[in-house]
């Protein structure tokens, strides 16, 4: 076992990407072609758009609707070699990149960009009942809680249990919070509406929580509002300043109150890759690497840490946010670095240029701010789709997506509702 | 927990169909609107369209693409409950099912289509090594071996384990086995073609092991003939009037040969669903029931056994082959066998109606054989794609089909190229 070098390009200076995600991906793209060798190391084989997973949580898409072999979109890079493996340890100072399997491999540059997961605060046996949306598999795991939880309640004839069953609880109103709760209300009010004898689905709960004083808190506070009536209007139960004390497999624990839910989506928080432990780098509370201006870590201009396992200090002292445009121009900097220290120029500074952000609610229902403008409702939600759609990644998923997204808008229906695994549900506890 | 029944329906016979492949869902289909109760018994959650399972497998369509909610197929069937569940037992002589669950549900009539499973020949230990291809986690795990071999391979040094790694082998050349070794030689060389590094995936051998005289058995000699040089010209090994004598992880031995391989698949044989035994009835060397001129057991004429796990003899000694076609008509005619006892009418002999076969190899490959007329080649393929997909069920799947298609048509492309689960390979053994 070992890692295949093109004899030809191994004299050149080896640069070594940790994740496939949206950084590391514009870095490699940015790279194509510059007397470099490239070597990806991702733990999966495909790039992910990860805007859209709560999509595949719903139903509304399939998994490879939005997702992509890294191999297959960096094919044409001549220069890059992609490897499926895990990385478990950066040795700074021997600049070596370990690797789960026992090899090693030793860089020039390296590029951390391996993303971050959910953080329970503390509580990470809370994950178990409450899981995150990071991953392809998280995201069917959550489908198939979600469409199990009507199987179960269709065969429960205990109303108190039932009622569990039909109660959806979302922590965190962030971006991914609000769309799943947005979506959730819709597969109630409208997907599942006629498909069952013994629940109405109409009449399931969904309660989204959120520790601060508003939902979508990063928007301007009119936005804010307008998402709150937006939610509201669709039956969804906004929570603020309301943090989840405890949870389990029966419900959530909200101070004095015990909300009975048997299906929890955990979108609360956030923790860097545990790699960034291992660069001996100055790390935030959430374990994001503090970079300098050129992205790279103190005293190692040969490391960069970028997109969402970063903390980068814009001019006006906030973080460039954890979204894709910030991942992109940082991985694109990144490599302009390493080509201006390839031909003696300095570095630039990173300046992440905000093209706007937007969020969705459900259908005709979103907000969105570009600069000092802002708007909500079928506009906003317009844009968020045209926005979204152009953003895939490849021909084919932009075309299906869209066609997919068409006939769920005509018919109202979820075209993805197929549980995989574990197709028996188990008994309803006694 | 109970089953659920409408009050205003508890009075009319209870028609318990158990599973909602193209039997059963024919069969619930024939009774909408009949005064019946009729509940239809899956342990899954989806109607899968197995003809085109084998594409999940090899990575050109979704799991959703050729799946639909049992639910919402009969949404509109108001005398009908769908039951997420599990049957472990028939008790015939109390006409009660019994579930793994606890429960027991009282029918007056019952209709046994389950199905059947992969079957080994007394060697179950196999199943492990040498996935089947018969549900959708089937598929997925088939497709996850596949695309993982390569990148296995990508990262072996040794020719041995490599080549290892490259050989995939096909058991059984009917149509399933026939269609999988095609669409395996298609990825390798064409899908993978300039996607690695290190290895040429043109250079994978696949080969597909058959016991008996020819491919695709079932057809004309001269298009079975016609197949076999179809799969030989993509680069397929055929071996016919050969028999798997061992098989385990690093490969299959036929005979004095033996070839290594890390990925098999096994489309050799199948066996009827374990709950055929618990009827009292004669089965066959295959488990299936030996049903009468009506489809019903002998002397229990409320208890229908039907599609895959049903032996049925036609007029002319043949069985109805295991194919939708027959299934389908299956359940319609055991639909109209309760009707007529319903109304005093006496019921009829099924008859199967040959609507013809077809099967495909690969791109512009395949045969088709309608009564005296054969063909093969791009005709016979234009005509399996064009009834193939008119055949999927609901408008959705058949435009999101016809659209991947043409998409991997054009490309060469396989769209769903997606590893979910278990996502870094285990290192190859020493």
């Known amino acids: ?35 470099v060798r490239v070597t990806v190391v991702d733990r999966r084989n495909h790039h992910l758009f990860q805007p859209l997973l709560y999509q595949v949580a719903t139903a509304a898409l399939s998994a490879p609707d939005i997702a992509a072999p890294i191999r297959k979109l960096l094919s044409g890079n001549k220069n890059t070699q992609v490897l499926l493996a895990e990385a478990t340890r950066v040795d700074v100072a021997g600049r070596t990149l370990h ?28 994950a178990e009942h409450a899981p995150g949306l990071k991953s392809l598999d ?12 009507y199987e179960h309640a269709e065969q429960e004839e205990h109303v108190h249990r039932r009622t569990a069953w039909l109660t959806f609880v979302v922590v965190g109103a962030g971006p991914t919070g609000a769309e799943m709760a947005g979506a959730l209300a819709e597969i109630a009010r409208h997907t599942l509406a006629r498909d069952f004898r013994s629940i109405d689905p109409t009449l399931a709960r969904v309660v989204l929580v959120e520790g601060g004083p508003r939902v979508l808190s990063t928007f301007d506070a009119s936005l804010s509002a307008d998402a709150q009536a937006q939610l509201e209007k669709l039956g969804v139960e906004v929570r603020l300043n309301t943090f989840v004390t405890d949870l389990d497999g029966d419900g959530v624990t909200l101070g004095d109150e015990h909300i009975p839910a048997k299906t929890v989506v955990w979108a609360a928080g956030v923790k860097a890759s545990p790699l960034t ?13 503090k970079v300098g201006p050129d992205l790279s870590i103190p005293d190692r201009p040969e490391v ?40 003696g120029k300095p570095r630039e500074t990173f300046r992440y240029s905000d093209k706007g952000s937007m969020a969705t609610i459900g259908r005709s229902k979103a907000i969105a701010e570009v600069g000092a403008v802002k708007i909500s409702g079928t506009l906003a939600w317009l844009l968020w789709l045209f926005v979204h759609v ?29 549980i995989l695994t574990e197709p028996a549900p188990t008994p309803p506890a006694p």
Chains 1, 2 share one sequence.
Request: aromatic share 8%.
């Open 1 to 35: 076992m070992g890692i295949p070098v093109d004899k030809s390009q191994k004299s050149r200076p080896h640069i070594v990407i940790i994740g496939a995600g949206f950084a590391g991906l514009a870095a490699a793209r940015a790279l194509a072609g510059a007397p």
């Open 99 to 126: 690797l789960k399997d026992g090899e090693a491999i030793p860089y020039d540059y390296l590029l951390l960009a391996a993303g971050a997961g959910s953080s329970y605060f503390g509580n990470d046996h809370w």
């Open 138 to 149: 998280d995201a069917l795991e959550i489908r198939r809680r979600v469409l199990l939880a």
């Open 277 to 289: 432990a291992t660069l001996g780098a100055p790390l935030d509370r959430a374990g994001r690497v």
């Open 304 to 343: 960069f840490a970028l997109g969402d396992l970063a903390a980068a200090a814009q001019a006006d002292g906030c973080l460039v946010p954890g979204v894709a445009q910030g991942a992109i121009q940082g991985g694109r900097h990144a490599a302009r670095c390493i080509l201006a220290d390839m031909t």
């Open 390 to 418: 152009m953003a895939l990644v490849g021909f084919r998923n932009r075309v299906i997506v869209l066609m997919e997204w068409a006939w769920a808008y005509v018919s109202w229906q979820r075209s993805a509702r197929v």
